[in-house]
């Protein structure tokens, strides 16, 4: 195949196909060996996601070597791309266009993570160019002259063994996993760490794996979910592998530090990659092992297309590069349950009486007992239980209060039938930002001084939620004299001082104390149980462990108190039991037929165009003699306030069509999928579509 200035609509393969090989008679001589390049353009066309032949012109020949970065002429525009292979002759139908230029000798695609990001593009029926802009950082000109110039190795560090693992030991299976990376092995595990903080937390048992690894010559990839993980990361890797060994890989450190570590990555300089996201692709040399940490954050899926979740990206290349794997939470993903049963990982969990030395007392204010002590906790947003745990726990140390929204008063009702005030000129949500403020709209901003219920025409308002602001305030009247500490939105804390305080977080924002809190209040319990979600109760679950592993041990007298009803979800944080949450959740779904005992693809759009990409779709299929993919829509992604829509309003609104897929036919059925995108592309026939593997969030 080759590029030409032909138009994009038109490149089908019989066109590319079916004549010798030709090179311009007159055109500039090409390189003696391998004379053709073939090129993966930056595009996210779907019909260009394919390589295109161009000749190698002789003063380009030493430098346009695979992996490196060319811009070549395509339908009269310069384009940017990746040689990913040099050849010494084209299939192509016509003369080849030659490579107009290098833009850097630097090699930063390397074959493995071109192999990676194909692979991670045909499973989610995405382009590989995509791809390759969150694997690749963009190019800081002056970082690749250090590299060139040798600076970038200067502080290279001799690696010493490690043999120190102590809060391994307290695993069942943890030893012998270490053993097994010390001796150059590759085993599979998932990791319920117990800990959040101090000499067992999370961060330290990772960093003795990676530190394990190195130990045998082998690098590791470590993905988490934000910079305040990450530090925490950092700082436990600190202790037990030189600086100059890690690398950081985060959009949140700028352009030059990220392209710094990148290419200290490529050269071997440093053998240990840590971040965020795209650090899952990380060119790290001799990979030995992968690590996921907290997979069940939604901050994994990459905001753009085609949406991979770090967790599939890391499997994929344990796969493929023969490497260790793991996985590590304080809770368990249906995803994690499901490799365990499926025995791909062996689990690595704490015995029950390491659990109970280890984990604070929990304790529910709605079970039989609390509400005889106290017949109002069910309906108090902090009944006597917390209140008590709270002012006990500030005589010894911070206390923790995490709540489900942040703001104010987040959401506001009327006073007389409870409705839910929303604003008379979109129909958002009316809200509060402080004791002070005057009702405005979430959506639009625009104040509502005279607000009318258009249910029961009452005029008064009251706070149907409270957000971490107002709590923060409450709490503040409720203890006088101890400092608040909020977090949540903008403003959120890493770490927080050992010192008593009142510590009010919204859900996943809650900092690290260094010696643990002395107690935690979980409030809000059922507004996180009762959203519209399939991963409701284990997106909770989650969040409640993350919480809750924040806390000293109960034998130091840590407590958690929750406030919410008596449910499987609140059960497993009671027994501190993620796996038998998890085990059950994977049996409901794969009752139901639901992810991720199955994969499911949204495709998202307008009417016409959806209906249109759903009947290529459903025809090109090669599914297996007899059987037919379990659909569900189109249905509107929006619901109409106020009623049946309009025929305008109809025609206009985005619909979304679900196709639940087995696993056994994955793998054709995301193939033509992408096939039908490029067709559709190529033709236009119609306009284009969402479309997304696995979303968590479309059920």
Known sequence: ?????????????????????????????????????????????????????????????????????????????????????????????????????????????????????????????????????????????????????????????????????????????????????????????????????????????VASAVATVRSSGRGAVVVVPDYRDLEQLESALAKVLPASDVARLTADDGQTPRYRSFLRLLSGAAGVAIGTRSAAYAPVKDLGLVVCWDDGDDVHIEQRAPYAHSREVLLLRAEQEGAACLMASHSRSTELQRLVEMQWAAPIEAPRTTVRATVPRVLNTADSFEQERDPLARIARLPGAAWRAAKDGLERGPVLVQVARAGYAPSLVCETCRELARCNVCQGPLAVSSSSAMPA????????????????????????????????????????????????????????????????????????????????????????????????????????????????????????????????????????????????????????????????ASVTGSRADVGHFSEAFEASAPLASGTKLRTAGPAPVQLFAGGSPTAAEEADADVRTLYFIPYTEAAETTRAMRAVKAVNAAKRTAGPVQLRLDGVDVL
């Open 441 to 600: 709209c979430r959506w639009c901003s625009t104040p509502a001084p005279q607000w009318r219920c258009t249910h029961c025409s009452g005029t008064r308002l009251r706070r149907g939620a409270a957000g971490v602001m107002r709590t923060a305030e409450e709490l503040g009247r409720a203890f006088p004299g101890k400092p608040v500490v909020t977090s949540s939105g903008e403003n959120i804390k890493a770490m927080v001082p050992d010192a008593p305080a009142l510590v009010v977080a919204t859900v996943g924002a809650e900092p690290v104390a260094s010696a643990g809190y002395a107690a935690a209040l979980l409030l809000d319990g059922n507004s996180l149980l009762r959203r519209e979600n399939l991963r409701a109760g284990e997106d909770t679950v989650r969040r409640w462990l993350n919480a809750a592993s924040l806390v000293k041990p109960a034998s130091q007298g840590g407590l958690v108190v929750i406030t919410a009803d008596d449910t499987a979800a609140t059960g497993a944080l009671l027994r501190w039991d993620a796996a038998g949450y998890a085990s059950r959740e994977l049996a409901l779904r794969r009752e139901l037929q639901l992810p991720p005992a199955v994969r499911v």
């Open 1 to 205: 195949m080759a590029a030409n200035d032909v138009q994009p609509s038109l490149l089908q393969p019989s066109l590319l196909q079916g004549f010798p090989d030709r090179m311009p008679a007159n055109g500039p001589p090409l390189a003696a060996v391998d004379p053709v390049a073939r090129v993966i353009l930056e595009s996210s066309l779907p019909h260009l996601d394919r390589p295109f032949d161009y000749s190698v012109p002789a003063e380009l020949a030493d430098v346009a070597s695979p992996g490196v970065r060319v811009k070549v002429k395509f339908n009269g525009q310069d384009l940017n791309g990746y040689i990913i292979e040099r050849r010494g002759s084209s299939d192509a139908a016509h003369a080849l266009t030659a490579l107009h230029k290098v833009v850097s000798p630097v090699a930063v695609l390397t074959p493995a993570v071109s192999e990676l990001a194909s692979t991670v593009a045909a499973r989610y029926a995405g382009t590989l160019s995509d791809v390759l802009r969150t694997a690749v950082p963009p190019r800081v000109a002056k970082v690749e002259k250090e590299l060139l110039a040798g600076d970038l190795d200067a502080d290279v560090a001799e690696l010493k063994p490690f043999t120190e693992a102590h809060a391994w030991a307290a695993y069942s299976n943890g030893t012998s996993f270490l053993q097994h990376l010390a001796s150059g092995g590759s085993p599979k595990a998932v990791l319920t760490a117990l800990q959040g903080f101090g000499p067992g937390s999370w961060a330290s048992l």
